[in-house]
């Protein structure tokens, strides 16, 4: 989350090693006081779901401060974008508290997080608090805070409680009264399903110790964890980690060497520039049964959609680094959130938008002939072609082939007309083709597929084919080419069921 890029991973790196050597020596040595037996960690997660979500800051606060204290709290943003969650498919949240707010409020803080859990709770969603971050500006303080700086990732992050308060002894008390009230008023409370007690630990290993002891002396029911330096006071261990696959496997051989110790979950992941993508990851964390959060739901203040390092009027990249969708809802990647929902159950099927010829005969224009070099644009003259049924190919019983007009030559261009009643928000094809296919949708090319496959099957098209769909009238322009053996062509479009 560090936007010190190069410090950040340094730091990681050599807090990560210290971690696992005080949890390797930890666990030879027979675990600290208060920590949850090896059997009663298992056990809990045993009891879990597969955790996935995301770290959620709501996008109309630029960091923890504004989004917990009175004059900033936004529910009606909160349902909205916890909605999302849920069609997503997520099950829980990570949500970040900041100290001051609690200084300055109280009662507030805590009315406010109940009103959080209850909205979170409506849409099957758990949170996981964190209380304690060493992370960005070190001095937090309540009130107005700062506007986001233009092109800059993440601006406007505060630290908590606060370098001064962290390094000074006299603070500690009312840190202690901190934890202490919060982790007791919802530590029986099953809509919070894990305690984060410090975000990525740098400064104060002292303070690390005595937030897990005041916690534990609240006596929670839930699971405690921390990373990095707290790694040998978790209940649960947890790592970070923004990388490729490759890293992934890395922090966890790092974090248990043996990999027989305790649960560990991914608490903050998810950077497209850096390989961490929602399609190769989520299916890893699933197989493996690793709770996983990643970062960011709605791009909003925090601008964590710009890369670490950014700098003031900095362009919007593309692709984000973080978060996934904007602040209409709509998805940065239409891909990824379908990615998201196979691997979390809520993917639906894409529904039919325009039909092949598998149960009915549907007419195209074609030839035989090589046409000119526009035949798949809209305004391309095809009077000279011929109208017939598909799909097109020969027939092959064996794997349900039954074309409707014989096509035994090497190559046959397609065109088919037809009307939209609106723009599709995502497509895709559906196809049973053999050999080499082209399909170009109002003149832009949707996909290239080689060989062949035996059945209908779906393929995703280019974003600015997918652009291309409008309402009214479309064209639809095919090329197939065959080599050897059988041939087979028939070609429809199908739109996002959800």
Not at 145 to 156: K, R, T
Not at 207 to 233: H, I, M, N
Not at 479 to 487: D, E, M, N, P, S
């Amino acid at each position: 989350m560090n936007n010190m890029t190069v410090i950040r991973v340094a730091a990681a790196a050599v807090l990560v090693a210290m971690a696992a050597g005080l949890a390797r020596a930890a666990e030879d040595a027979g675990d600290l006081p208060g920590r949850w037996p090896r059997q009663t960690a298992w056990e809990w997660y045993a009891r879990q779901p597969w955790l996935v979500g995301c770290n959620y800051v709501p996008s109309t606060a630029v960091n923890d401060v504004e989004m917990w204290q009175k004059e900033t709290f936004d529910p009606e943003t909160i349902d909205r974008e916890l909605g999302w969650a849920e069609d997503l498919g997520f099950n829980t949240v990570r949500v970040f508290l900041n100290y001051v707010v609690w200084e300055a409020d109280a009662e507030g803080l805590k009315q406010r997080m109940t009103k959080f859990l209850e909205i979170a709770d409506r849409h099957g969603i758990r949170t996981m608090f964190i209380l304690f971050d060493d992370c960005f500006k070190p001095e937090p303080k309540v009130g107005k805070q700062d506007a986001p700086v233009p092109g800059v990732h993440n601006s406007q992050w505060v630290q908590s409680p606060g370098a001064h308060r962290r390094d000074n002894a006299d603070h500690w008390p009312m840190l202690e009264k901190y934890v202490k009230t919060i982790v007791g008023a919802f530590g029986q409370d099953k809509r919070v399903v894990l305690w984060d007690l410090y975000n990525e630990p740098t400064k104060s290993r002292p303070l690390v110790e005595a937030a897990f002891k005041w916690a534990r002396e609240a006596k929670p029911s839930q699971p405690l964890t921390s990373c990095w330096l707290g790694a040998d006071y978790s209940d649960i261990l947890s790592f970070h980690c923004y990388g490729d696959l490759a890293a992934v496997r890395a922090e966890i051989d790092k974090l248990m060497p043996n990999r027989c110790g305790r649960p560990y979950v991914c608490t903050e992941w998810m950077a497209r520039r850096g390989g961490s993508r929602f399609e190769t990851h989520l299916p890893y964390f699933k197989l493996q049964n690793i709770g996983c959060w990643s970062w960011g739901l709605v791009a909003g203040r925090t601008q964590t959609f710009f890369p670490w390092g950014s700098k003031p009027g900095d362009p919007e990249p593309d692709p984000w680094f973080h978060d996934i969708l904007r602040k209409d809802g709509q998805p940065h990647i239409y891909e990824e959130v379908r990615a998201i929902k196979a691997a979390t159950g809520r993917l639906a099927p894409r529904q039919v938008l325009v039909p092949t010829a598998e149960k009915a005969a549907l007419t195209w224009r074609y030839t035989i002939e090589k046409p000119g070099d526009e035949w798949f644009k809209s305004a391309f003259d095809d009077s000279g072609w011929r109208d017939a049924p598909a799909p097109f190919g020969t027939p092959d019983a064996r794997i349900g082939r039954a074309p409707r007009t014989l096509w035994s030559s090497e190559d046959i261009w397609l065109r088919r007309e037809f009307e939209l009643s609106g723009s599709p928000r995502d497509a895709a094809l559906l196809m049973h083709h053999d050999e080499d296919t082209e399909v170009y949708i109002n003149g832009v090319l949707a996909t290239s597929v080689p060989a062949y496959n035996a059945a209908y099957e779906e393929f995703e098209i280019t974003p600015e084919a997918r652009a291309a769909l409008h309402q009214g009238k479309n064209l639809l322009a095919v090329h197939c080419r065959q080599t050897v053996g059988g041939q087979y062509i028939d070609v429809g479009i199908l739109s996002d069921g959800n």
